[in-house]
């Protein structure tokens, strides 16, 4: 018999049977022990002896089946509950692949696990039920170049330069100067230095080059990328033949007005020298029809060849179409995706596929043309979702899919004043006001956000926390084992704790809504109240009053004439008026004024945070510059293609 002794070690707690061995050992010579397994008493502080006597009693037979059963079962459970946390930690300590899926101008209102129930995005909503759906996911700036940038790198692009004090708040060239610096780290880099294979299919949108038409300081490859393939810009109207221009639309229009004038005025000239009405000399004519031809051939040389200079596909450094071929597009782009998980299956890798869907022209399929409620931006939406499908079916045929966290956003809101006609061609945001291009407004911000590890992360969890783009930085790195940069600010937030459960609430106390380089609003998550207030020191003018979009604009403005400056500015409790339909006061809300203070301190300690950069989105940066130009031949001779019918099989 063994004792385990109390605390104050005085008495036994608790008695063990010995082995019958053990006490045929012990016991006096002609004494008859039993057969049967002896249970454990508990003595406490009774007698020992009389324990010992109890003990060596003989037990029924259903006393010991109940001992064992209970015996087995406990040990059972302990095991069990040992091997799936084993195998939770050996998952946790593996380096898992990454699937990032980023849309284009998707509004947060257009997928079914949202709220949409007449477009049809059965995968992406599958991606939802296995997995964890935020609903205040936001991004980091309301448009495509700054956004991407800070998605990138975990950092507001105002840290980086990617944001503009201009009109101009995207790249509008592959054959401008600006772009994503060679300086900032991002977590495709960190991924590469940890042994994935890292691989981009789809939009990029951060630049090409710097001082000659070859040296891709902006490119993929030069930021941590070990396989590009798609489009170095983006999809615009003029990528489409018989679409109305959609690049600098408005200044196109001012600078065909100009070469009339000046066309008009030489032929008045020639006229009246000719007629002896007026006196010139033939040099003057000559000289001024000179430089409207210059001036024409300045602006036309870019302007009027978009398609060929901007709407081009690159596979690493190398130009394979130029123009590209829109009617198959959507299936290279899928043939590389699913190629490249093929070729990495052993992994690990991150592949961020991009998507060009769903910003204009919405180009199309013949086998999605027509078949959803909501015209050609319907179709597009779930064109996509069948890419979407069509990828984590590789995944699944690899047998990925458990070993795969797998990330499907938006880069902002849908685009409202994307129409032709009466027919609306940009997305939509649900309850949420605004839409894209605007700083504060959640309609131009909140967007999807969800992800998916099966036997990591809880399926159908949902969270209402505060999230941002920027937290996808740190999160991808913390699970491959990395270490975030020391030598800047990374304003990401690693969101595994709260995707997994073991935290409740978002790290995020302040986030900060910028429009280009001006700050537009910001918001402050009350931990202790539940309170998201959200502040508003700037907002554009909508057009006509109350339509909610700058229609007839193309875009709401960041400054000047086209915005309101609010002071004290307006103020909503999105926890109770996620729509911002209701600002409050200070005669509405007694917490108001406390509330601006410290949101205010919050923005002037933001405010220390930033240091000067380089703007890459300055009128210089942003201007077309032919020495640049990617170019499948020798310049301007650019047309080619190199992938033929390779994409028949599909």
């Known amino acids: 018999m063994e004792a385990v002794l109390s605390s104050d070690g005085a008495l036994p707690l608790l008695l063990l049977a010995p082995s019958p061995a053990d006490l045929r050992r012990r016991a006096p010579p002609g004494r008859r022990l039993p057969a049967e397994p002896l249970r454990p008493i508990t003595a406490g502080k009774h007698n020992v002896i009389a324990a010992y006597q109890e003990m060596t009693a003989p037990l029924p037979c259903t006393a010991i089946a109940a001992i064992l059963f209970r015996r087995y079962l406990l040990m059972a459970l302990t095991s069990c509950l040992f091997w799936n946390m084993l195998g939770l930690s050996a998952a946790m300590d593996s380096k898992p692949n990454i699937l ?44 495509c170049t700054p956004s991407r940038a800070a998605f990138l790198t975990g950092r507001y692009p105002i840290r980086s330069g990617m944001a503009s004090s201009n009109r101009y708040r995207a790249l509008q060239w592959n054959a401008g100067s600006g772009g994503l610096p060679a300086n900032e780290t991002t977590f495709a880099r960190l991924l590469q230095q940890q042994g994935y294979t890292t691989g981009l299919i789809g939009k990029w949108h951060q630049g090409v080059n710097c001082e000659s038409f070859n040296d891709h300081c902006h490119h993929p490859l030069n930021h941590g990328f070990d396989y590009f393939y798609g489009m170095p810009f983006t999809l615009l109207n003029n990528c489409q033949e018989n679409k109305p221009p959609e690049l600098d639309v ?96 052993h992994g690990p890798f991150l592949l961020f596929v991009s998507f060009l869907h769903v910003h204009t022209p919405l180009f199309t399929t013949a086998k999605f043309l027509g078949k959803s409620r909501h015209g050609l931006y319907g179709d597009n939406v779930e064109e996509m979702d069948w890419m979407v499908g069509k990828i984590l079916d590789s995944l699944d045929k690899e047998g990925l899919k458990n070993h795969t966290f797998t990330y499907f956003a938006s880069d902002h809101g849908g685009h409202l004043e994307a129409q032709d006609g009466s027919a609306q061609l940009g997305g939509w945001n649900g309850i949420y006001k605004g839409g894209k291009g605007m700083g504060g407004w959640e309609g131009g911000i909140r967007v999807p956000g969800v992800f998916r590890w099966p036997g990591v992360l809880p399926a159908g969890r949902v969270i209402d926390e505060p999230t941002s783009l920027m937290d996808i930085y740190p999160t991808v790195v913390h699970l491959a084992g990395g270490v975030l940069p020391q030598d800047r600010v990374i304003d990401g937030r690693n969101l595994v704790p709260l995707l997994q459960g073991r935290a409740q609430k978002s790290e995020h106390e302040f986030l900060f809504h910028y429009c280009g380089s001006y700050l537009h609003a910001a918001r402050w998550h009350q931990k202790d109240s539940g309170a998201i207030w959200k502040a508003h020191y700037v907002t554009p003018v909508f057009h006509p009053p109350g339509a909610g979009a700058c229609y007839g604009k193309g875009i709401c403005p960041c400054f000047g004439e086209g915005v309101i400056h609010h002071d004290p500015p307006l103020l909503f409790d999105l926890s109770r008026d996620p729509s911002e339909a209701k600002p409050l006061s200070a005669d509405t809300e007694p917490l108001f004024d406390t509330v601006i203070r410290q949101m205010g301190r919050a923005i002037e300690e933001h405010r220390r945070t930033l240091t000067p950069v380089p703007e890459q989105l300055s009128l210089y940066n942003i201007m ?27």
């Open 100 to 143: 990032l899926f980023l849309a284009d101008d998707l509004g947060i209102g257009d997928i079914g696990c949202y709220g949409n129930n007449t477009i049809r995005t059965p995968n992406i909503d599958r991606l939802a039920r296995e997995g964890v759906k935020l609903t205040q996911h936001i991004a980091a700036a309301p448009l």
């Open 250 to 345: 408005a200044l196109q229009a001012k600078l065909w007005l100009y070469s009339q004038i000046i066309a008009l005025a030489v032929l008045t000239l020639t006229a009246g020298k000719l007629t002896g009405l007026i006196s010139i000399r033939w040099k003057i004519i000559a000289c001024s029809t000179l430089a409207g031809g210059l001036f024409f051939i300045s602006w036309y040389s870019s302007y009027g060849f978009v398609q060929y200079w901007n709407c081009i596909l690159m596979r690493n450094h190398d130009v394979t179409e130029q123009p590209m071929k829109l009617e198959r597009t959507a299936s290279l782009m899928l043939k590389e995706a699913v190629s490249f998980i093929k070729r990495n299956r």
């Open 624 to 650: 077309w510059k032919p020495w640049l130009q990617p170019c499948c031949g020798m310049f301007p001779f650019c047309w080619c293609d190199k992938e033929g019918d390779s994409t028949q099989s599909l």
